[in-house]
């Protein structure tokens, strides 16, 4: 398949087909020139170019370069996030879009898991939190950690997933995960960025997760009367 512009665009909007949003990502992992494309392309965001000034001043998230660095030494393999190599993208990309390029760190990571069979699953405390809440509903899972529900939703796979708040002491992350043969698995995950500026904070995570819900979803979300229905059912669709 030839990689064109228009197709990484449709990449980061989650619009393509699983088997070529799979075989991208394939590439990404190991064609640094494709990563570049792909960072360029996401720069010419207009929020990125409005709030110029708070990314000048705003370095890149800690998690994000402890993340990708992680995968650059080959010490942690993850069936989640696949990464490229970030000391190439911090050299070419220009240092006052740093967070552009954490951002588009995000996007990859969220769109790269969708339909990824390997993904982990997630803990059981968690796991009793999507199983027995409606959307909305915080539940304390230990000292300083807390789970709330978001959002619930069948994937184009036939499967009910979750979109959930993780509040933890450190960081936060907002997840997606999907209940697959009686397992949660993470699909999706996003970790809060320290970012004065709210509005830059909200589009960054937003618009990431909403390219990745717009790709999985089928139908509309689930009501609060759907939701206990699928918790009587063990969120067993199938």
């Known amino acids: 398949m030839k990689i064109t512009d228009e197709k ?16 991208i990502r394939e590439v990404l992992e190991v064609d640094d020139d494709l990563v570049m494309r792909l960072a360029e392309l996401s720069q010419v965001d207009q929020w990125v170019v409005e709030n110029a ?12 370069v402890e993340l990708a660095q992680q995968i650059d030494r080959g010490q942690k393999q993850s069936n989640v996030v696949q990464l490229f190599n ?28 969708i339909n990824y069979q390997a993904a982990p699953t997630i803990s059981n405390q968690i796991a009793k939190v999507l199983d027995s809440s409606t959307s909305g509903q915080t539940s304390l899972i230990a000292e300083n ?32 995960a999907c209940k697959e043969n009686n397992r949660w698995r993470l699909r999706a995950s996003i970790q809060e960025n320290e970012i004065n500026t709210q509005r ?24 609060t009367e759907q939701e206990q229905i699928a918790i009587s059912k063990q969120w067993q669709s199938k």
Do not use: H
């Open 200 to 223: 830059y904070q909200t589009a960054s995570k937003e618009q990431s997760l909403e390219r990745v819900i717009d790709g999985m979803i089928t139908g509309a979300p689930l009501n």
């Open 8 to 23: 990484l665009s449709a990449f980061l909007d989650a619009e393509l087909a699983p088997n070529d949003m799979e075989i």
């Open 86 to 113: 970030w000391k190439l993208v911090k050299t070419k990309i220009n240092t006052s879009m740093s967070i552009a390029a954490s951002v588009v760190l995000a996007i990859i990571v969220g769109v790269s898991t």
């Open 145 to 176: 950690t807390s789970v709330k529900a978001q959002l619930s939703f069948a994937n184009k796979e036939g499967d009910l997933c979750r979109q959930y708040l993780l509040l933890e002491e450190q960081a936060n992350s907002t997840n997606i």
């Open 53 to 64: 000034e708070q990314i000048d001043a705003t370095p890149v998230p800690e998690n994000v």
